[in-house]
């Protein structure tokens, strides 16, 4: 039996996240589909077979079959939707003032617009959409499922520092929640447990996806959705910039860790490996890099275009000086702006 304190659940995630048959901290996505398609754009890409913009059409169709994790008796538009009020529940979190959206909000593309998130972390808040298809959480990939990467955030003592047990006790206090959880979750206990926290969370956090956005229309035969110049930055970054390496297909994310040559200024006992994190509505979402440092998408390009500022010998090989004239850093930035959702996000 777990005790009554809130740390054993990290534990408890990690087993959750890495069972004994092994799951790779550097695995990619949970999707084999979209393994193949990713492997046969990198052997184009490092074949130099790749030439047009529309040679990479065919490799950025979105893929909005959400892969649930299964669970029995499980019903996911309740379970989603029970996720939904606890996502936004502050009497989780041990002050009673902070719940998930204090750091993920809506209207910051579920982040917070913080440099380092509101608990004090010396990492900025990740956003919370196209997670369904990860295989890696957190910036360092502590997490192998959005049920434990919600678990460690929740008991995070620099996230609500909340202690579940106590936390599920409150809430089963609460006759609606029991209700949305008995529809939710009918083969579980008739009250709110831990796992049942988690799991709807997860739920939540799953069902969360980017919206179309201009980038896609033109994906589906829009040829007037974006730009020449949109379309010159979106071959550019693939050919010229090198960036569709770790950023690519749909999500533009491999879910792999990297040591991009960042400057540490924290956490200098870690591994200088961060997460490629998605870029659907990039342009929304500053400061940029897993510390907010960079405050524009600018300056990112140029951090890249000097080949990162730290040479260590963990630092990724892809990571080089880039000859990108201001043409094409200005027709790249034109892209990554065609990929903002068409209307914001809602709860």
Not at 146 to 153: K, R, V, Y
Not at 185 to 214: D, K, M
Request: proline share 5%; aromatic share 8%.
């Amino acid at each position: 039996m777990l005790r009554r304190v809130g740390a054993p659940w990290f534990f408890l995630c990690v087993l959750i996240s890495f069972p004994l048959s092994g799951v790779p901290l550097n695995a990619q996505s949970t999707s084999a589909k979209e393994e193949q398609l990713r492997a046969g754009l990198l052997k184009r890409l490092e074949s130099d077979d790749i030439g047009l913009v529309e040679d990479l059409r065919p490799y950025y169709r979105r893929d909005l079959q959400i892969p649930f994790r299964k669970q029995p008796g499980a019903n996911i538009a309740a379970a989603i939707e029970l996720g939904r009020k606890l996502f936004f529940e502050k009497r989780i979190s041990t002050s009673g003032k902070l719940s998930c959206a204090s750091c993920h909000m809506p209207e910051k593309y579920w982040t917070d617009g913080l440099a380092q998130s509101s608990e004090g972390n010396s990492r900025r808040s990740m956003a919370l959409f196209n997670l369904a298809w990860d295989g890696l959480y957190t910036w360092h990939g502590r997490a192998g499922t959005l049920m434990s990467q919600s678990i460690l955030a929740m008991t995070a003592p620099r996230g609500m520092g909340a202690n579940m047990l106590d936390a599920a006790k409150r809430l089963s206090a609460d006759s609606d929640y029991l209700k949305l959880s008995a529809k939710a979750f009918p083969l579980a206990p008739q009250r709110i447990t831990p796992e049942i926290i988690g799991a709807a969370v997860e739920y939540y956090v799953a069902s969360r996806i980017s919206g179309n956005s201009a980038f896609d229309r033109w994906v589906d035969g829009d040829e007037a959705a974006i730009g020449v110049r949109a379309k010159r930055g979106f071959l550019k970054f693939h050919i010229t910039a090198n960036c569709g390496q770790c950023h690519n297909l749909w999500r533009f994310s491999d879910s792999r860790r990297y040591d991009i040559g960042l400057r540490e200024v924290a956490n200098s006992d870690r591994e200088p490996k961060y997460k490629a994190v998605g870029l659907r509505n990039i342009a929304k979402r500053p400061p940029y890099m897993h510390d907010g440092s960079l405050e524009t998408l600018e300056e990112v390009l140029q951090f890249y275009v000097r080949g990162g500022d730290e040479l260590r010998k963990s630092k990724s090989p892809l990571i080089r000086p880039l000859r990108l004239s201001l043409e094409d850093q200005a027709e790249i930035l034109i892209f990554l702006q065609s990929l903002t959702d068409s209307k914001p996000p809602t709860p």
